[in-house]
């Protein structure tokens, strides 16, 4: 098992771009969810997903889209960066379980917005 | 509002002693979770512990425990004989409601150093 997988571990984009996060986990779990760290702070929650063809919005959706066309991946697509958006990003998914529940995390990746 | 408070930015613990990261939580949902995340230098986020709000003992994970009291909303988590390798930063966070599955809400984090 892999567990949650992000891809790029770096990315340094200039203003206006466009850009995919990539998140994939092989656990077949139904929750996934983005995340934005930045420094010094928690989490907060940018985009979630509770299945596949279905998303909805966290706490600081402005500037992100996301889609979940499989069980498996769940990208995060910038629109336009913009200085803002320089921050960790993380992704995760979860189960509800009959043990409890858990969520499980990427490794992250390091966006800069120059 | 601030739905998970850590009022503890900062704590130093000697190695082999216990340490108690507080945690308050507000939510009007009588179904919720709390979980503990621990975020070393190297950045990945790492589940320590989970507690469900209909849980009726206190959770506990090897070294973890968490001390849950719903009366007064508070999680706190308890590390016992503390180790070098605990040194990082510690998230509670919550996930609030039956619809609420994979979104959770985090406090600010305790940075945690642990001398020798």
């Known amino acids: 098992n892999a567990g949650v997988t992000q891809t790029p571990k770096f990315q340094v984009l200039k203003t206006g771009q466009s850009m995919t996060l990539q998140c994939a986990q092989d656990?077949?779990?139904?929750?996934m969810s983005w995340y934005r760290q930045d420094p010094g702070m928690g989490l907060r929650l940018i985009h979630y997903?509770?299945?596949?063809?279905?998303?909805d919005q966290g706490e600081v959706p402005n500037g992100y889209n996301v889609s979940r066309s499989t069980t498996e991946d769940f990208p995060l697509r910038l629109l336009s960066a913009a200085p803002s958006q320089t921050s960790v990003y993380f992704c995760?998914?979860?189960?509800?379980?009959?043990?409890?529940?858990?969520?499980?995390f990427g490794p992250g990746t390091r966006l800069l917005v120059l | 509002a601030q739905k998970i408070t850590q009022t503890q930015p900062g704590m130093f613990v000697q190695e082999k002693e216990a340490v108690t990261l507080d945690c308050t939580y507000d939510?009007?949902?009588?179904?919720?979770?709390l979980f503990w995340y621990k975020q070393p230098s190297s950045g990945e986020m790492i589940f320590l512990i989970y507690?469900?709000?209909?849980?009726?003992q206190n959770a506990t994970e090897g070294r973890y425990s968490l001390n849950f009291q719903k009366a007064r909303k508070s999680a706190n988590l308890v590390i016992s004989a503390s180790q070098l390798g605990d040194s990082a930063m510690y998230f509670c966070a919550m996930r609030e409601g039956d619809d609420s599955w994979g979104k959770l809400q985090f406090g600010a984090g305790t940075q945690v150093v642990v001398t020798p």
């Open positions: 939510t009007s949902d009588q179904s919720y979770g």
């Open positions: 507690q469900g709000s209909y849980d009726e």
């Open positions: 995760a998914s979860s189960y509800n379980g009959r043990g409890g529940e858990t969520q499980y």
């Open positions: 997903s509770v299945g596949a063809g279905i998303t």
């Open positions: 656990m077949n779990h139904e929750y």
